[in-house]
Structures are given as C-alpha cells and as structure tokens.
C-alpha cells in the first residue's frame, strides 16, 4: 500500500541517512557553480544531463535545495518532472513559450487569470502566435479549436468569480488531437485537485501562494508526467535562465510541509464566513464552488478533495463606491492583490474587468476574499458592520 499523500508531504525530499544522522530539514544550498572531482565526473555527468537527468551542472540549475522542492512538487501533482520559476507567471509563460511555436494558435479559458491576456497579448502575438478565448464550457472549447491549435490553456477553478469546468471531457477532446492541455492549479494548489490524473499535460502553480502559504515568497512550478513535454519545458527554461534562489525554494517547501492542515481550515472558516454571506439580505451571490448553491458545485464535488479560502461577492444594489467602502470599512482583512497566506485579504474587481468572463451575468463588480487562519467569528463580526457602514453610505 502506497502511503497517502499527506504522509508523503512530510517525508518528500527528506536528507538521507547516509551517515549515522542527518538533519530533518534539508539545507539550503547557495552556490552559483558546481566543482567536479575531475574530468571524468565533469563528462559523465554532462552527459547525463544531455539525456534529461535533472542533476546540476551550475549554479542555474539549482542545488539539493532544489531538488527536494520538486520531488515535493511531483508528489503533491502526481507527476514525474517538476521545474521552478521565480513567479507564478514565469510558470504560465515558460509553459506557454515551451509549448507553442510560430503560426501555432493557443485556446485560452476566458475565465483565465488577468495577466495571462497580458502574455498573450504582449508577447505570443509578437512571436506570431495566435490566440484566442472559449467560455468555460468543454463544448465551447471543441467548437474554437482550429487545425493549428497547439495548446489549451485552462484554469480550474476560474479566476475571480471561480467558474467550475469539466477538465475531464476537455481531456478527452485535447487527447484525440493530440493538443497539449496545461492547467493552472494554483486555487488547489496540488493538493485538493491533479490536473495530470485527469488528462492534463502541464500542471502549473503559483507557489506564492498556499503553497508557501505564509505571503513571503514567490515562486513557481510546473509539473509534468510526458518525458517529451518535460523536455521542451526544461530546455526552453535554461534557455530563459529562469531560477529560483535556494532560500525561496526552502521557504516555499516548509511551507508545503503543512498545507494539508492549513487548507483545510482555511476551507472551514471560508465556508463559515460564506454561510454568512450567503444569508445577508444585501448579498447578491457569493461564488464559491464548495457552497452546495453554486453551479459548479456538482463538478468541484466529483473532481476536487476540499475547498480552499477564497471566495467572491457581489451586492444587491451597491454603486462601485458602495464596494469600495465595504473593503475600505474592514479592518482585519488588508486591501490587496494575491492570497493563500494565513492572513485574510479583500480586493475590488470592478464589473468591467469581469466582462470578459462569458459567465458574468452581473453589474456592480465584485468583493474578492481571502479567508484567512483568524478565528472566523471575527471576519464575519468585521463583514457585518462594513457591510452596513457600506449600505448606509450614499452612492
Ligand atoms: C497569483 C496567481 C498567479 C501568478 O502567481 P505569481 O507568483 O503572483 O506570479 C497565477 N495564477 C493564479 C491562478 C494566481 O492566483
């Protein structure tokens, strides 16, 4: 029996007891360069390298350090390679540049993390790469794709307003066509869903997120199972000379160390505080799948392990002012981009940042939360009177 993958957590990437000990923590390794015994190591090891065995030929392609972070990495998605980049971003555009070629189009979700458009826009058109964008829906997506389509590019659940999709029918569509699938996975994180065991090709996270899970880090990660794909991935990566330093990838694997726990509380309090919300008569919706009411509650429920604390709002009848001086009212959420550290957090999403999502059906825009590791009987004490001193603002 296979341990379970909170038991693999703790002991990935371990140090070995080559010795009579060894110390818990694997050490953070600073080096920009590697020596070599003589040059009959120097070779050998070379040409291991060559035929895609991750070891380090310089201080570019990481230390131990390194390698414990991806053999974390690996467990928490089920894959067999896994590379880190200094952002969440430089995982989207690496996947991305690996993928596609010149006159190659790539499908994008329209629910997709805002730079993503920004990438596209300002630098896979210049490469002449084509873009373009399906609403979340696998129908949708088998009815944009075109003969050139290289890559589908998915995030699950959406940005913003959390849009549920059916990754496995689109598995099934990008398969048969052999269409590569990369899914960003930061909302679960790797650990409430795996985008590879489900058909995807690339599995990509913003560590800076859960994973670290304490807001003082940035890093990336991209995970795949194909040995080809893999390849594309690291060689374009040395290539950009994308790398992340030893003490991040530390930090970013002490926080991995906990993230089933801390996720999981994060999903009681977010489902405390979004029962509040969801029964607050100036509530329009709250999104968020884990919330039996939500329409994609039904695919999260078969495809996802557990919710996470983020979570969306929208009011009845409040101006854009109104939204504004909720958030501006509360004080134990800070105002701010990002999420997935211990602390709670709220940032206004205007209605026209929204219209590109085919599922925006409202006005005003939107509060996005994250649901922090404070006790949520304050949070919801904080929402409450914000919430009325918003109300009772004038438009
Ligand atoms: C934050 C985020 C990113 C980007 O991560 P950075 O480390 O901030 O560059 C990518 N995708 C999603 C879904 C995110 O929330």
Redesign the pocket.
């Given at each position: 029996m296979p341990n379970s993958l909170d038991t693999r957590l703790i002991h990935a990437g371990q140090p070995p007891l080559d010795e009579q000990t060894a110390p818990v923590n694997v050490p953070v390794v600073r080096t920009s360069t590697v020596r070599f015994s003589d040059t009959d190591a120097l070779y050998t090891l070379q040409r291991r390298r060559a035929e895609g065995d991750p070891v380090s030929l310089y201080g570019r392609h990481g230390t131990q350090t390194h390698r414990a972070l991806e053999q974390a990495i690996c467990e928490l998605e089920g894959g067999r390679h896994a590379y880190l980049v200094p952002?969440?971003?430089a995982a989207?555009s690496l996947a991305l540049l690996a993928l596609a070629d010149p006159g190659d189009h790539i499908l994008v979700i329209d629910s997709v993390?805002q730079p993503v458009r920004k990438f596209d826009d300002g630098i896979a058109r210049r490469f002449g790469i084509e873009v373009s964008y399906f609403n979340p829906s696998a129908q949708a997506m088998e009815d944009h794709l075109r003969p050139n389509t290289k890559v589908v590019y998915a995030?699950c659940p959406g940005?913003i307003l959390f849009e549920m999709i059916d990754l496995r029918a689109m598995a099934e569509v990008t398969r048969a066509r052999g269409i590569a699938l990369v899914v960003?996975n930061?909302?679960a994180s790797g650990y409430l869903f795996n985008p590879l065991a489900t058909g995807a090709d690339v599995s990509l996270l913003?560590g800076?997120?859960y994973i670290s899970g304490h807001s003082d880090v940035?890093i990336?990660a991209l995970v795949a199972k194909d040995a080809g794909i893999a390849q594309r991935i690291s060689r374009t990566q040395d290539l950009l000379g994308l790398v992340v330093s030893s003490d991040d990838a530390y930090l970013a694997l002490r926080g991995l160390r906990t993230l089933g726990v801390r996720l999981a509380q994060h999903e009681r309090n977010a489902l405390e505080v979004a029962a509040f919300l969801a029964s607050h008569d100036k509530v329009e919706r709250v999104y968020y799948p884990p919330l039996p009411e939500d329409p994609g509650h039904a695919l999260w429920r078969r495809d996802f392990r557990g919710g996470n604390g983020l979570l969306s709002v929208s009011f009845r009848d409040f101006s854009t002012r109104q939204i504004d001086a909720a958030a501006d009212a509360l004080k134990l959420f800070g105002i701010g981009a990002?999420w997935g550290g211990y602390e709670s957090l709220v940032l206004p999403v205007g209605g026209d940042r929204l219209d590109v999502h085919g599922g925006w059906k409202g006005k005003g825009g939107v509060l996005r939360l994250h649901i922090g590791l404070e006790d949520p009987k304050d949070l919801i004490d904080d929402l409450r009177l914000a919430i009325d001193r918003a109300a009772a603002s004038t438009a």
């Open positions: 952002s969440g971003l989207i993390y995030e940005s960003d930061t909302w913003a800076t997120k940035m990336g990002s």
